[in-house]
């Protein structure tokens, strides 16, 4: 049949995402997903569920700021949302130390960009008024770095990823939010991997307006459901005074569905767009599970594990160069550089999803994202020898078991 474009049943194989994200989705989120009843978007159920959804999520980002609810899609429609306020024109200095910082740099030089600098190069344009500071891959934006900058540009705007992901460092927020208030920048800052990650209170760091999350990672929601944000009242006036150019991700038209009008909680959103209520099933549960496990409990978790798994490839003569406690990212002993790509393969052949990074250098990267337990890191920790030795690193499971069930007994021992 020649014109037949049926195909089977799309069957997609459960994997282990020891990656930098998505996380291994918790059940019982995938559960509310999937039993979630057939209502549409306005039910009073799902209204209800956004409406709670809401005020988890102040709880969890450490905030009174009213502006705080969930954009649909991913990560990107979240920091989209975020990023509308800034205008063509607009003076911005942001900060840029491995991928997806760098994405987020491009994202405002595109929004501050002029019709004229966009037209010259509109999927790299060149904004006269956006500065990018780039830091090499494996270091952190320092305080330093960040007053030196903004008291040379003093801009409306300044940007910062809180945890840059590709190459697994983390970025001094104090630093940024001290410097922000001293010279009268608004921050804002992609909080991807570090909300439900890191214990931290948003309304501790006043010199950052903005706050752009993800559905997947430390919030452990199905990817594509809701990617959390968080506006001040300075945000929100700024952008009710410039206006912006996008409907959909509006800050102030997207809150209302979240029972946000006018600044004011009220009982039920209004329409803004059609969402779903199985996805706000989902993050209604994950945001359950968040704030049942508690913020300082699950950061304490991160650090714990972290730890082991880093302990363990150092015993295998790998480097670790991140400081993230979600993920490691690291170099190869010297006999196997030039190989990531090849190992990275040969785990995800054998559906254990580990990542390279995806900006130069190369390097690995292993996450742990949901997986808090000595099992899971066991597991982690064994699949990655057998692919090292694959490749003939010689690292001996024994010593490697060993060196790891001492970590976990001496830790335990010792709380
Ligand atoms: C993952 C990530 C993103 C992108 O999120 P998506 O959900 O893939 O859109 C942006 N910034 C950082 C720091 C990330 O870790």
Not at 295 to 323: K, P
């Amino acid at each position: 049949m020649g014109n037949s474009t049926i195909f089977s049943q799309l069957e997609i194989p459960n994997t282990l995402a020891a990656g930098p994200g998505p996380g291994k989705t918790d059940e019982r989120v995938l559960a509310r997903f999937a039993n979630a009843g057939i209502a549409d978007h306005m039910h009073g159920a799902v209204l209800r569920g956004m409406v709670e959804c809401k005020f988890m999520l102040r709880d969890l980002f450490g905030t009174s700021n009213t502006h705080t609810f969930g954009v649909a899609g991913t990560g990107w429609s979240g920091l989209d949302c975020m990023f509308s306020a800034v205008m063509p024109g607009d003076t911005v200095v942001a900060f840029s130390n491995g991928t997806f910082s760098g994405i987020d740099a491009l994202t405002l030089r595109m929004k501050a960009s002029t019709r004229e600098e966009l037209a010259l190069n509109s999927l790299n344009p060149k904004a006269a008024s956006v500065t990018v500071i780039e830091i090499p891959h494996g270091q952190s934006v320092t305080g330093e770095i960040v007053e030196m900058a903004l008291s040379e540009h003093k801009p409306k705007w300044a940007f910062m990823a809180h945890w840059e992901t590709g190459s697994g460092r983390i970025n001094d927020i104090k630093g940024f939010s001290d410097a922000c208030i001293k010279y009268d920048s608004m921050g804002l800052v992609d909080a991807v991997s570090s909300l439900g990650v890191e214990d931290f209170r948003v309304d501790d760091y006043k010199g950052v307006v903005g706050w752009a999350s993800c559905p997947q990672k430390g919030v452990l929601c199905l990817p594509l459901t809701y990617a959390p944000v968080s506006f001040t009242d300075q945000y929100i006036e700024n952008l009710k005074a410039s206006g912006t150019y996008t409907y959909c991700h509006h800050p102030i038209m997207e809150a209302r569905h979240w029972g946000i009008v006018d600044g004011q909680d009220v009982e039920k959103g209004g329409y803004h767009r059609t969402h779903s209520g199985y996805a706000v099933a989902a993050f209604h549960e994950a945001l359950r599970i968040t704030l049942l496990h508690g913020l300082t409990q699950r950061a304490n978790d991160y650090i714990f594990h972290e730890q082991a798994l880093r302990e363990a490839v150092s015993a295998m003569g790998c480097e670790v160069t991140s400081n993230m406690t979600s993920l490691i990212v690291l170099n190869l002993p010297e006999a196997l550089a030039g190989r990531e790509m090849e190992l990275v393969q040969a785990c995800r052949t054998e559906n254990f999803g580990i990542w390279p990074t995806l900006s130069e250098p190369v390097q690995i990267r292993i996450g742990i994202l949901n997986q808090l337990s000595q099992s899971a890191i066991t597991d982690i920790i064994n699949r990655f020898v057998i692919a090292m030795n694959k490749m003939d690193a010689g690292v001996d499971p024994v010593e490697i078991n060993i060196g790891l069930e001492n970590y976990y007994k001496q830790s335990i021992a010792a709380e």
